[in-house]
């Protein structure tokens, strides 16, 4: 069993093994996703602080149109110089400026204004349009470009955020006014700002715009409430506003997980904690069959399955193998062996240098069993007889149905000597013992058996230490006593040949003899119960 | 011969002395390139601290102007008489809420003032002021109004919570008067007392000029310029027939309350 168990032995260790590697091979996927998700989202933090530094740019830029248009300039100059034209010059303003804002085509303002150079909101266009004639002076954005200033910036009016961009209008080489462009940041901005990855915007714990990024079709977007979870936790952040980002946060929603990171935007509005956030999802295992999950046709296909299948087919043949060679032949070996012993010429034990390790442990219990439950029988027979097929565990039924032997109740030294031949003098009382074949001492008389109705018959010569042709005659004697009181009692005789009978006569002689060192055996024929018995008595 | 040398006499004092009943004064104050350009360069510093666009550049075609200040609205200037008794708190004063700032970014009160404050943006505001339990954040629509007690001289800068570049002061100081001036910075004192007089000058909460004279005759015209130099570097200059300038301080005086 040592080679089975040992292989056993590797087969757990390689499962183990296994186990343990594909464990770790999830925990490290996992981690390499999400350094990689890590490096994506710092890489498009950066490339959209730079798309939002070049929109800003290209709005300045097509704002120049605005702020050099003559009919703007004038106008503003007159209001400048005195207040009380504004509302004179107003509606001609306003169609001058609608018409400018059109031609900005997709970078038309969502809200465009014209100022004084006192920043008296003059005219306004697109949203609160009909506002006027408040002050937005105090707007850095808007003082700086009363002084002469291009710059753009970030607002933040009630629950919305307009990217701002403001020129200097200038007349004669003089200010007059200032052109203020506002875009309000709106899903549509989101997506064309970063066309990869997810962008969303926030202001304060609401998010206010998210972009589906056009580039990245089939990628699984976050909703912007999900987005807005961690919102709370960031901004309460120190770090955050200290180095403008967030730390990677993970966001786990019902179409799976993403990681963002949040970021403070430049401007007025970075103050009222406007900011952005770029989201990427990421496909985290949660267990190692989500390797099979996750694994594609190509994946599959290109699995070695010849090699696996040879591997396990392996392992189960040497499996197999082992069990055979150790556990089943043994065993099988030894009930070829037991059941040996039934035979006619089965030894009385089983011959355990047949046997290796276990097994030959295994028979020489048997063989010691055997023994005791033989020693167990003969110190019984003393007050019971027993049939000697019994003790034999030799039961054939159909050849001596009938037939027990019973020894004499006293140790091997009593035994008597062998009984004088066939032809010698026969003791006629009953009590004597019977002279043993070949002469010497007589045999230790019988004890007759427990419910016998009459004493047995007196024994024949015995059938040691005889001739064949002497000891035939003895069995051929036993024989026809057997079949005569067999017949006497009314027993069929009909199965009892004298071939078979002689056979059990043999064993039962080498048995006794091999058991006790007896040179013969004498058989009695008596009557037991109402039928026909056989008793052998070993003779020394 | 009498009745003509009466006549003379009468005729030559009323060109000789000062044709006004009482004393007058007529001041203008006067923004130097040298304090806006150092305006600028504060205004610079702070631009650096927060948080600012991606672009901020010259127009390229004309220089850009400094910051400009509106003495109207962006500073303060009372008249402390020596001596003089307490006038008590002002009536409740309304003071406009613009965008980006009060109607005027500098008000100077009386302890015990109560401010109106009405907005008249169409954003909403959140205004407050660091520190007084009495001005916290609440928000205030169009034409809405809240009304604040200033019981205690100070300087209290108001902001906005909603927009982070609001600023203006309410300075709380005992004074004589509150002068009004207009956006050229001239200004007018009538029906001056004989005495002892202070003018100061408040810019962003700060006291940036500060400058005396006395009314020593009862009639006359007291002509006065008042320069606002950087910090160290105010001039003023006096010239009248019926007082004289007795010293001139610059920004490094401290406020009464200072005192």
């Known amino acids: 069993m040592f080679v089975s168990r040992f292989w056993t032995l590797l087969l757990a260790l390689a499962a183990g093994v296994l186990l343990a590697v594909v464990l770790l091979a999830k ?84 809200m465009l204004i014209a100022v004084d150079i006192r920043g008296d909101v003059v005219v306004q266009v697109g949203k609160n349009q009909r506002d006027h004639g408040h002050n937005i002076g105090g707007f850095p954005v808007v003082d700086s470009a009363l002084r002469g200033y291009v710059r753009d910036d970030m607002w933040k009016i009630d629950n919305e955020v307009f990217m701002i961009a403001a020129r200097p209008v200038i007349n004669n080489s003089r200010y007059v006014g200032a052109v203020v462009h506002a875009m309000k940041i709106s899903d549509k901005f989101a997506s064309e700002i970063s066309p990869r990855v997810q962008l969303g915007f926030f202001a304060g714990n609401l998010v206010i715009a998210v972009g589906t990024p056009k580039k990245a079709e089939g990628t699984k977007h976050a909703q912007g409430a999900y987005i807005g979870q961690p919102l709370d936790t960031v901004l309460a952040d120190k770090q955050f506003k200290e180095k403008g980002y967030s730390e990677v946060q993970k966001i786990s929603t019902t179409d799976g997980d993403f990681m963002a990171i949040y970021s403070t935007t430049r401007g007025e509005a970075a103050s009222n904690d406007v900011g952005f956030v770029i989201v990427t999802p990421i496909e985290l295992m949660a267990d190692a069959t989500s390797f099979y999950n996750q694994a594609g046709t190509q994946d599959l296909n290109n699995l070695p399955r010849g090699l696996i299948i040879t591997v396990i087919l392996l392992a189960i043949l040497f499996g197999w193998g082992w069990n055979y060679l150790e556990a089943e032949r043994p065993v099988a070996t030894l009930l070829k062996n037991i059941q040996a012993l039934e035979s006619p010429d089965a030894k009385d034990q089983l011959n355990v240098y047949r046997f290796r390790r276990r097994m030959r442990n295994v028979a020489s219990a048997i063989n010691k069993v055997m023994d005791i439950k033989t020693k167990a029988i003969l110190e019984a027979a003393g007050s019971s007889s027993k049939s000697i097929d019994s003790i034999l565990g030799n039961q054939q039924p159909g050849r001596l149905s009938s037939a027990s032997f019973k020894f004499a109740e006293a140790s091997v030294s009593d035994i008597p000597d062998a009984p004088p031949p066939p032809g010698a003098a026969q003791q006629k009382e009953t009590p004597a013992a019977p002279a043993p074949p070949g002469g010497g001492r007589a045999p230790i008389p019988p004890t007759p058996p427990s419910g016998s109705k009459k004493p047995p018959m007196p024994p024949p010569a015995p059938a040691a230490a005889m001739s064949p042709e002497d000891e035939l005659a003895y069995f051929k004697k036993t024989h026809s006593d057997f079949v005569a009181l067999k017949q006497k009692l009314g027993e069929p005789v009909d199965q009892l040949t004298f071939e078979r009978f002689e056979v059990t006569l043999k064993k039962n002689r080498d048995t006794l003899i091999a058991r006790y060192g007896c040179k013969s055996v004498t058989f009695n024929v008596y009557e037991k119960d109402g039928k026909a018995s056989l008793k052998a008595t070993p003779v020394k | ?198 003018i100061k000058v408040s810019h962003r909460g700060a006291w940036i000029h500060e400058q005396s004279f006395e009314i020593e005759k009862e009639r006359g015209e007291i002509k006065m310029e008042i320069k606002l130099t950087p910090k160290g570097k105010a001039t003023g200059k006096k010239s009248s027939d019926t007082g004289k300038k007795k010293k001139k301080k610059n920004g490094k005086q401290k406020s009464r309350k200072d005192k």
């Open chain 2, 1 to 198: 011969m009498l009745r003509f040398v009466a006549f003379v006499a009468v005729l030559a004092f009323c060109l000789s002395g000062n044709p006004t009943l009482a004393a007058k004064v007529q001041g203008k104050i006067v923004v130097t390139k040298e304090l806006r350009e150092s305006l600028s360069e504060l205004d610079g510093k702070n631009r650096k601290a927060a948080s600012t666009g991606y672009w901020n550049e010259p127009n390229g075609v004309i220089q850009v102007d400094p910051p400009f200040v509106n003495p109207s609205r962006d500073l303060g200037v009372v008249l402390i008489k020596d001596g003089a008794a307490d006038r008590g708190p002002d009536d409740v004063l309304t003071v406009k809420v613009l965008a980006g700032s009060l109607e005027k970014n500098l008000v100077i009160i009386e302890p015990g003032t109560r401010i109106k404050f009405v907005s008249i943006d169409p954003y909403d505001h959140e205004l407050y002021s660091p520190g007084m339990k009495n001005f916290l954040p609440e928000k205030q629509s169009r034409n809405a109004f809240r009304p604040i007690d200033f019981p205690k001289e100070g300087v209290f800068e108001v902001r906005c919570k909603l927009f982070s570049h609001f600023k203006a002061w309410i300075v709380v100081t005992k004074s004589t008067d509150v002068l009004k001036v207009d956006a050229k910075g001239a200004f007018t004192l009538e029906d001056m007392e004989l005495g002892k007089y202070t």
């Open chain 1, 27 to 110: 925990d490290q996927l996992n981690r390499e996703r999400e350094e990689n998700a890590t490096a994506i989202l710092f890489k498009e933090l950066d490339k959209t602080d730079i798309a939002l530094n070049l929109q800003a740019r290209k709005r300045l830029d097509v704002l120049l149109a605005v702020a050099v248009d003559s009919d703007i300039r004038k106008i503003l100059t007159d209001v400048s110089k005195d207040a009380g034209k504004a509302e004179k010059h107003r509606q001609q303003l306003l169609t001058v400026l609608r018409a400018r804002n059109k031609d900005l085509k997709q970078y038309a303002a969502d």
